[in-house]
């Protein structure tokens, strides 16, 4: 019974920057990946960036160059650095942990990320 609690959403105007960070607790084994996922309004929810077996895999065309997927071990965390954020970042973003062989899957509540024009 892992839960995921994700912070650093807000509203930030095009060209700044964010950090998300998402924290694992509770009954934590065999994790396999973390990942950030985000979904806009009328969109389907799409892979940000992931981690899988400690390894980044993952980053979406999107957001290559501008976003990091980074983790801290010690502190069962990861992290979703954001710069040069555009208008069509504009989304609620999801932590996602995958657990014992990708059989367990767990999603943090949510945080919105507003960039205006």
């Known amino acids: 019974q892992v839960q995921l609690v994700e912070s650093g959403g807000g509203l930030v105007q095009a060209g700044g920057s964010l950090r998300l960070s998402c924290t694992a607790s509770?009954?934590?084994?065999?994790?396999?990946?973390m990942a950030w996922y985000r979904q806009a309004p009328g969109k389907q929810r799409e892979l940000v960036a992931r981690?899988?077996?400690?390894?980044?895999?993952n980053y979406a065309d999107s957001v290559k160059g501008r976003f990091t997927i980074s983790r801290d071990n010690a502190k069962n965390t990861i992290y979703l650095q954001m710069n040069s954020l555009k208008p069509e970042d504009t989304a609620v973003y999801y932590c996602?942990?995958?657990?014992?062989?990708?059989?367990?899957?767990?999603w943090g509540q949510g945080t919105q990320v507003t960039v205006s024009s």
């Open positions: 509770g009954n934590i084994f065999s994790i396999n990946a």
């Open positions: 996602n942990l995958r657990q014992d062989r990708g059989t367990i899957n767990v």
């Open positions: 981690v899988t077996n400690g390894v980044i895999t």
